[in-house]
């Protein structure tokens, strides 16, 4: 994310070179260290919810996406039960928080800047989720398989 913003000149007061990315590097790892300490750790001890994915494997294609994308806004309960995943919501918003802390000032327009950073970060983790329900699933050697017998 960093070359990315360093190629597009975000955060110009930055400027380039290799201080400029290394300054870019720490604002972006400022708010995905957050964001997933937070979001992972901390508050689902906190709130009892369990951060992790469950792997879906079967229905169709669409309704596993739609399982995958959920996944970042519902999570399970240390209860068993689905909840909203206020974890990963408040994680999000802790870490976009973070990262404002690091931008130049003339960057950081308002609240709006932390809104939008703790929703493409709501983003990324929905997209983690389908890379886990279509992608890593494939990788894993040991998974457990379903026989056609098997609900």
Known sequence: MAGIDQ???RWGAYGQGAQGYAKRYGATYAN??????????VMPSLLKQDS????????????????????SVMCKGDNGRWQPNYSNVIGSFAG??????????????GSGFVVSSALIRLGETSLTGVLQE?????LTPNRPRRSASQP
């Open 52 to 71: 992790r994915y469950f792997y879906k494997g079967t229905g169709s294609t669409k309704s596993r996406i739609l399982y995958a994308l959920a996944s």
């Open 7 to 9: 190629a597009a000149d």
């Open 96 to 109: 976009a928080g973070m990262q404002a802390l690091y931008l130049p000032a003339n960057d950081r327009r």
């Open 134 to 138: 279509f992608v890593f699933s494939k």
């Open 32 to 41: 995905v260290f957050t964001s997933t300490f937070i979001g992972g750790a």
